[in-house]
């Protein structure tokens, strides 16, 4: 009896509890999280409002990051996007090489090379966009270049537009150049 005693001391012993702060907590919290991750290829996101459909998103490579405190979609392969009014008709498409979708926020940063088209024949590049999907704006605070059709460029610091791209205003334009400017020559 003595001996099964001893034995189980010695087993209570041996198993120590081992405590964490609460920063090791999150720290194996947020490795157990970065584990979870969904990964699709050739991805293509509908988005709706009352039942009327306002964008396709689609993109070669998606990453989901199910955190509780921060879930997020990643596009690191790039992404193509198509815009639509009520009616269904193309309103305007975008292209970059980066997005990612921070879902809490319903915000959508564009990143690296964006390319937007609207159906004005405006095109809008930058490095950057922020497409706050619960205000429908989309904002950028970097180098804009905007052509508008064949007539001119316009380069601003800032932008901001609704969904369309088709209503849209500058912060600090830097810069016009006319394309079709006539220069008359005396003979």
Not at 40 to 64: F, N, Q
Not at 151 to 156: C, F, G, L, N, S
Request: glycine residues 2%; hydrophobic residues 40%; proline residues 3%.
């Amino acid at each position: 009896m003595k001996a099964a005693i001893v034995i189980i001391a010695a087993f209570l012993f041996a198993c120590q509890s081992e405590t964490h702060s609460v920063a090791d907590m999150e720290e194996i919290n947020a490795q157990r999280d970065s584990l979870n991750v969904e990964i699709a290829e050739d991805v293509e996101i509908t988005y709706t409002d009352s039942a009327i459909l306002r964008a396709k998103i689609m993109a070669p490579l998606m990453k989901r990051f199910p955190s509780k405190e921060d879930p997020k979609l990643e596009m690191p392969n790039g992404v193509k996007a198509t815009f639509y009014d009520g009616i269904g008709e193309v309103t305007s498409t975008l292209n970059a090489r980066y997005a990612i979708h921070f879902e809490k926020e319903d915000r959508i940063e564009i990143r690296d090379s964006v390319n937007v088209l609207n159906r004005n024949d405006e095109e809008i590049k930058t490095d950057e966009l922020i497409w706050d999907k619960k205000k429908q704006r989309v904002t950028s605070d970097k180098p804009v270049r905007v052509r508008i059709r064949d007539e001119k460029i316009i380069m601003a610091e800032g932008f901001e537009s609704d969904e369309s791209f088709l209503n849209y205003k500058f912060t600090k334009v830097t810069g016009i150049v006319y394309l079709d400017e006539k220069i008359e020559t005396e003979e």
